[in-house]
């Protein structure tokens, strides 16, 4: 076992903390204000070759481990959530999957699109009466002939309406109208009969949409069908999922000490009664104790990514408990992080003028979306009596 980065992920390191201090954080406050789309830091992560980190070198990609997209992630989310979302999303989610289990017609153009364009693929699995209990949902993908009608409609999607590819959960249904069980197929903006609804009026993350697609006998080639085999069309997609799981931890990580760093610095500066906040052993213990958090999420995620396997075609998928342990984890343990920094700040930390409150709006999500807390409480307990 071996706690040590080696000498091409220190420089990642310190390429992503750069690109975070020098490019990112001063406009942070603007996407969350504006509710507006960082375009121009996807061009930056798109040069700097943070995007797409994990394709595979067949299809153009530097093929990178996932505790290197782990480390990158982290590094930018001390600044901006929402870029660092973006590295996610980049990298995991949509991308993941279809490069798991995929085509390699798929493969390929997920990946050009990625690298190339810079575009973030879309994952749309919930819908408004199925959220954690996904085998609920009711969007439907019927075979006719060579192509499949989409029907049905998702909401919450980040990045709906900005997103070109757009992986979406749907029950297959075959010609002779027999249910084929849970699949993904891709369906690209512009199709015909795919339109956007509402955007949520988020709490945090403003920079990227939540969205609802709508699908109204939206015909796409069969060719977009991800998973072949339909009977493990659903295991499969989830198991894809895990690396989300994974890039969502290290983003409220990274928030997480991002705030703990501001704090920390902040302490030095104040005054109370005639000394510094860091000479008060009460507001000490706070942060030393928010210190032991951070650090004991950071070996959950660490270790779920270092451990990931890697399938045939060199994508690398988490094992599920150790996703879900990292996720419920580093959830909770930030927005505990986070909190305890604002508290630091007083009244400051509670304005818009310091980015503290902002760390906290967004910090919040990642105890719900990727699936909640509680699911992934479920997701651990079924492994502990799995056989038993
Ligand atoms: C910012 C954001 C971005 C998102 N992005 C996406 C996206 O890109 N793609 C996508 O498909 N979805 C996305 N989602 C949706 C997200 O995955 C769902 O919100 C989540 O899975 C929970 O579903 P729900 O909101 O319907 O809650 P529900 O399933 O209705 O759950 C309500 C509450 O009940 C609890 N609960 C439900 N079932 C159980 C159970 N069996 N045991 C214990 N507790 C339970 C939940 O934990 C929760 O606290 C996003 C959500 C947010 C907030």
Known sequence: MDFQLN??????????????RDEFAAKAARWDREHEYPYENVEVLRRAGLLGMTI????????????????????????????????????????????????????????RRVLEDGDKPAIGMTEPSAGTDLTA????????????????????????????????????IDTKGNDQGIGGILVDKGTPGFTIGRVEDAMGLRGIPEAELIFENCEVPASCLVVRDPKD?????????????I???????????????????????REAFGRKLKDFQGL??????????????????????????????NVMLPQMKEASI???????????????????????????????ERMLRDVRMFQIGGGTSQAQLNMIARSLFAGR
């Open 7 to 20: 000498e091409e992920q220190k420089l990642l390191v310190e390429l992503a903390d750069r690109l975070g």
């Open 326 to 356: 990292a996720k419920a984890y580093t959830g909770h343990a930030s927005f505990e992080v986070v909190s305890e920094s604002l508290q630091m700040f007083g009244a400051a930390g509670y304005s818009r003028d310091l980015p503290l």
């Open 284 to 313: 000490d213990w706070m942060m030393a104790k928010s210190e032991m958090e951070l650090e004991a999420a950071r070996l959950l995620v660490y270790r779920a990514a270092c451990n990931a396997r890697r399938l045939e075609n």
């Open 233 to 245: 069309g659903f295991k499969k997609l989830m198991n894809g999922y895990n690396a989300q799981r």
């Open 247 to 269: 890039g969502a931890s290290s983003v409220a990580l990274g928030i997480a000490q991002g705030a703990h760093d501001l704090a920390l610095d902040y302490m030095g500066q």
């Open 137 to 172: 949902l009711k969007t439907r993908a019927v075979e006719r002939g060579g192509s499949y009608l989409v029907s049905g409609t998702k909401h919450w999607i980040t990045g709906g309406g900005i997103s070109r590819t757009n992986l979406i959960f749907a029950r297959i």
């Open 56 to 111: 595979p070198k067949k299809f153009g990609g530097p093929e990178r481990p996932l505790i290197d997209v782990v480390l990158a992630i982290e590094q930018i989310a001390k600044y901006c959530g929402v870029t660092a979302r973006i590295v996610v999303e980049t990298n995991m989610g949509a991308l993941g999957c279809v490069m798991a289990y995929g085509t390699e017609a798929q493969q390929r153009e997920i990946a």
